[in-house]
Each structure stands twice: as C-alpha cells, then as structure tokens.
C-alpha cells in the first residue's frame, strides 16, 4: 500500500479537505507528531484507524516500524502537528525510506504556515527561501542571520512564543531596523500580521503577550541592506 503525507489544518478545521478527511477516515494506521491533536482530526472524519506517535525523539524507530506495516499492506497516513508533513517536522525519513524501497509515496496537499504567511505579506513571492526554526541561542541566531546577507530572496522562520523578542532583538543587530512581517495564530479567530520595522513590532509584542507559533518574514533586498555576493574573477582569458 502507499504512504499518504496528509496536510490537515493549521487552526480552522474548514481548512481539511475532503481527500485529506477520506485518506484518514479509510487509513489502518495513522502516524501523528501529537495523537491528542490528530485523534480529534480523525473523530472529525469519522475515522477509526489507530494513531502512533512518530516525533522527533522517536522518528528513527518509529520509521522502521511504519516500513514494516508498509510492507504487511496497511494504508499508513502520516500528519503533522499542523500543516503539512515534512515542513520543519520528521516526516523526512519515513518518506525517504519509503521511496528507497520503492513504495508509493502520495501527498494529500493542503494548509501550510509558512505559504499562508508568505501569500498575504506583502513581500516578494517570485523567490524564498525557508530556513525552519532559528537556533535557540543568540549567538548562533546573530550568525544565521548573518549568513543571510547575500540572499535576496525573501526569507521565511518559523519561532516560538517564548523566543520571538529575543530572536528580533538579535534581528535588528544584525540587519537594522529594517522591515518585516509576522504572522501569527494563521487561520484563527486571533490571527494576526505585523508588517512594520523590526523596532515597532518588539515595541508592540512587549506590550502583549506573546501566544501561537510565529512565522517572520523579510526580504533584504527590499530593504535596502542586502549584499551583493562578490563573484570570483573570470580567468578565461588568462594565459
């Protein structure tokens, strides 16, 4: 049988399509980051498959044993937290395995954060690129952002609550006061978008309390900091 990568909604349940509520009401076996959150997907489809956990601390176990079920002929669907599996979330190596042993691999697509985020900001969309979670110290965070200098695509993270201050204080040192977006709580009753100098929006999330997961965006070339990658002479008419 194949492997299903299901997206399902990252906030408005409306949000699951009728192919992703089919593969997973039909599914033998569903394998979830969260089964909390997946179990209440699938009594919302009806369906009545078993749910496994298949996380970050257990994805290299858990990949062999869903291989196997593969194997035996179970429909295996595979989900995220939220969003779209593979998207900053281990479903790489069950995927990957699969397809090393030639078993079909089909995607259900459906809601992802970081293209929710990137269609309604405002930013270039021709060019981006997305760089997962910004490392959790500020060290590391000061030199990733300086890495990014060269690029002028826009660029996309996703952060947590507890480090989005920190992670755009670290932001202006690198880069300036330039301009970003954030999105938040995307599909929800609180969604959010901040599109303003990295100072106004420290000033305005210190004033609340950060809550939901955070996409940032920016583009620097749009911001007029971005710079241009010096290319190696060209020797071709070099003797």
């Known amino acids: 049988m194949p492997l299903y990568i299901v ?16 593969t997973l009401k039909n599914a033998d076996l569903v394998a979830a980051e969260d089964t909390r959150h997946s179990r209440h997907v699938m009594d ?17 176990e858990k990949a062999s044993s869903l291989l196997q079920d593969l194997r035996e002929g179970k429909k295996v669907a595979v989900v995220s937290d939220a969003g779209t599996p593979g998207i900053a979330d281990p479903a790489y190596r069950i995927v990957h395995a699969a397809v090393a042993e030639n078993i079909t691999v089909i995607p259900i697509p ?23 979670f910004l490392p959790p110290k500020s060290g590391k965070r000061q030199r990733k952002f300086s890495s990014l200098l060269n690029d002028d695509r826009t660029i996309i993270f996703y ?17 300036g006061d330039i301009h970003i977006v954030i999105a ?18 420290i000033q305005t999330l ?34």
């Open 206 to 239: 210190t004033k609340e309390t950060p809550r939901g997961e955070f996409v940032l965006l920016f583009n620097l070339k749009a911001a007029g900091v971005y710079k241009e990658k010096e290319e190696p002479e060209d020797n071709d008419d070099a003797e």
């Open 7 to 22: 997206s399902t909604p990252i906030g408005n349940m409306e949000d699951l399509s009728p192919r992703a509520a089919s």
């Open 110 to 132: 459906g809601p992802c954060a970081l293209i929710a985020a990137l269609t309604a900001s405002g930013l270039p969309t021709d060019r981006f690129a997305f760089e997962g």
């Open 44 to 60: 919302k489809v009806g369906g009545t498959a078993r749910v496994t956990s298949y996380h970050e601390h257990n994805e290299r």
């Open 184 to 201: 938040r709580e995307l599909t929800k009753m609180h969604e959010t978008f901040y599109r303003a100098p990295v100072s106004q929006v």
């Open 159 to 175: 952060e947590s609550p507890h480090r989005i201050l920190r992670s755009l204080e670290d932001l202006q040192t690198v880069y």
